[in-house]
């Protein structure tokens, strides 16, 4: 749909006309978060999402001739946490004179505003469990990037936190630690490879150069180290709303290839209603979402906190 001026729609009143919800639809439709590609985004149907953690089951064991398997595996509850949705909204309240001799344009402009301020704000709270991890607590006990959670039924920890600066020998050094991880029975899990780096803006010319310069310089500015690195198939995402740190950065897995991970839940997905209130003498408009975000499962990303 084109921009709404006058000639598309002349003279809407109505506040909750379809144009005015269609406009408000495509902004925050078309608003391109990042939060989805590092998040795995889904439904949900309760008023609220309860996560539990459980052990697994452990290695086969050698079964001896005619002997029977003695271990019985049992799988068990490690932790369990609640997420509660939270609503935002905002709303405008408008006297009818105004309402009536503003410019077709300015209207236009109320649902436009409204869809960004949503998306805005969806970002900026899926952002904020990214950059506040590493004080904020997880399922586990621990800080969503730390290095010391509990393996669970094994006896040990695992760690998904570094303090380097982003560089090519990090980054590496990064990825094998997480493919080091080892399950709540701490046998090797073989992880997926992280290939997502987030970076805030400051660090966007630093990740874009590792991950795909073939070559990297050295002393006296001579480029002739191969960056095996740029062969990795690590894609850099630049996320404005990572505000913990100007060099801090992240490597995730991407969020379809783990069972749980980071995760933003839709209770509500943002609406825009409006109506003219007779008896007031006045035109409102509102919008409202109902979400949830949560690290459920840190091991999906390594933060490094420099």
Do not use: C
């Not at 969806?122 to 590493?134: I, R, T």
């Not at 029975?185 to 630093?206: D, I, K, N, Q, Y």
């Amino acid at each position: 749909m084109g921009k709404l001026i006058h000639t598309d729609y002349p003279l809407i009143l109505d506040p909750g006309h379809k144009a005015y919800q269609d406009r408000f639809d495509e902004t925050f439709e078309n608003a391109m978060p990042v939060y989805p590609q590092l998040f795995q985004v889904v439904t949900s149907d309760k008023p609220d999402e309860t996560v539990v953690a459980m052990s697994d089951v452990g290695e086969p064991e050698l079964r001896a001739a005619g002997m029977p398997i003695d271990t019985e595996r049992v799988i068990a509850e490690q932790w369990k946490k609640t997420y509660t949705h939270s609503e935002y909204g905002m709303k405008s309240q408008i006297d009818q004179a105004l309402w009536e001799d503003m410019p077709q344009d300015m209207r236009n402009a109320y649902p436009v505003h409204y869809g960004r301020a949503m998306n805005s704000k969806a970002e900026a709270l899926a952002a904020s469990v990214v950059s506040g991890g590493f004080a904020t607590t997880g399922g586990d006990g621990e800080f969503i990037f730390d290095t010391d959670h509990p393996l669970g039924n094994a006896v040990g920890t695992w760690s998904n936190l570094a303090t380097a600066a982003l560089s090519a020998a990090s980054l590496a050094t990064v990825r094998a630690a997480m493919r080091s991880q080892l399950s709540p029975s701490g046998r090797v899990m073989a992880t997926p490879f992280g290939r997502l780096l987030a970076v805030p803006p400051a660090l966007e010319g630093t990740a874009s150069e590792i991950t795909s310069a073939t070559m990297m310089g050295v002393a006296g500015g001579v480029f002739n180290n191969a960056n095996f690195v740029s062969t990795l198939g690590v894609t850099p995402v630049v996320w404005e709303y990572l505000t913990s740190s100007s060099t801090d950065w992240f490597l995730f897995i991407p969020p379809s290839e783990v069972m749980e991970g980071f995760k933003f839940w839709w209770r509500v997905v943002p609406e825009f209603n409006g109506e003219f209130k007779k008896e007031d003498s006045y035109y409102w408009m509102n919008s409202r979402m109902r979400i949830s975000t949560a690290a459920v499962n840190p091991r999906q990303a390594f933060g490094n906190d420099v």
